[in-house]
């Protein structure tokens, strides 16, 4: 079982940068790649960011590559999604979820755990 807690959202304006943390519980939390999703209101949940289990890969939604950075510390158990270029349709609940298999799982469906989520609102 592995536990989730996002923290690092807040109001930024257009342009602005923001860091993300979700710090992990559990043991196995090395073997699990890892992802971050988005919900905007009235839109559905959308992928932003995977990280294979060592960290060397990553993968991006169109949207936020060359902005986001994703990446994991596995010795403090935490993983990072840095956003630079904020944008007002980055706008949303942030939320890291982990995966028991795969190696850059890009569906939500894939992934076993999720966070609670943090929000994430850019002014322009």
Known sequence: QVQLVESGGGLVQAGGSLRLSCAASGRTFTTYPMGWFRQAPGKE???VAAISVSGVNTYYADSVK???TFSR???KNTVYLQMNSLKPEDTAVYYCAAAQRGHLPRGQYEY???GQ???VTVSS
């Open 66 to 68: 060359g902005r986001f």
């Open 73 to 75: 510390d596995n010795a």
């Open 112 to 114: 076993d755990y999720w």
């Open 117 to 119: 989520g943090t929000q």
């Open 45 to 47: 949940r959308e992928f």
